[in-house]
C-alpha cells in the first residue's frame, strides 16, 4: 500500500538545475564527493518534498515547508512542521532507493544525525520513493521509535554515498498510522 502522487516532469527539471546550483555553491566536487549521486538525492529528495506538501494541500492540513534549502544542514531545519492536537510537530522524509525498498527492504538513515544530532530528529519520518516524478509514500514511523530502531540497527558504509548510515526494516514504517496521522493533522 501506498499513498501517491505524481510530480510533473517540468518541475522535477527545475529541481536538477537547482540542485546542480547547490552542489557548485557548496563545492561538494571539491570535497571529492560523488557529485552525479548527489545531485540526483536532492532532486529525490525535493520531488518528494513537493508531492508531499500538494498531499497536505489537498487534505487541507496547516503547515509550514522549509522548501529548496541552500545552505549547511544545521541551518536546514524541519522538512514540514504541521500542528496536532494544539502543538507544533515536525515531519521528515525519508526517500529510499528502489534497489532499497524492493531488494532489501530497509530505510536508511545517517549515522552521524543518531549519534550526534538526536535533538534534530523529527517527531515523525515519512518512508517515500521517487521513480519518474511518481512519489509513493509508504509508512510513518515516530521518533521514539525511530531512536529505539537506531540503537539495534547495523552501521554500514554506502561507497555510492560516501557515508554512514544505520538500516532499519521497512516494515518498521506503519501505512496504516500514517493515515491517521494525516487525517488528525490540523487544518487550515
Not at 544505520?166 to 501505512?175: A, D, M
Request: proline share 3%; hydrophobic share 40%; net charge neutral.
Amino acid at each position: 500500500m501506498s499513498l501517491d502522487y505524481t510530480v510533473p516532469p517540468e518541475l522535477i527539471d527545475i529541481f536538477r538545475q537547482q540542485a546542480t546550483q547547490k552542489i557548485e555553491a557548496e563545492g561538494w566536487g571539491k570535497q571529492g564527493r560523488n557529485v552525479a549521486v548527489k545531485i540526483d538525492n536532492f532532486v529525490h529528495c525535493w520531488t518528494t518534498e513537493e508531492a508531499f506538501k500538494q498531499i497536505l494541500m489537498k487534505h487541507k492540513v496547516w503547515f509550514r515547508h522549509r522548501g529548496l534549502y541552500f545552505g549547511d544542514a544545521s541551518g536546514a531545519g524541519a522538512d514540514f512542521t504541521v500542528r496536532m492536537e494544539g502543538k507544533e510537530v515536525s515531519v521528515g522524509l525519508r526517500s529510499v532507493a528502489p534497489e532499497s525498498l524492493n531488494k532489501w527492504k530497509t530505510v536508511a538513515y545517517p549515522d552521524d544525525r543518531f549519534r550526534l544530532e538526536k535533538e534534530k530528529i523529527a517527531d515523525y519520518h515519512l518512508v517515500c520513493n521517487h521513480a519518474e516524478g511518481l512519489a509513493r509514500f509508504f509508512g510513518i514511523i515516530s521518533k521514539a521509535e525511530l531512536l529505539k530502531e537506531l540503537e539495534v540497527s547495523r552501521r554500514l558504509y554506502s561507497p555510492r554515498n560516501q557515508e554512514h548510515f544505520r538500516v532499519i526494516p521497512l516494515e518498521k514504517f506503519s501505512f496504516e498510522e500514517m493515515m491517521w496521522l494525516l487525517e488528525t493533522m490540523e487544518k487550515v
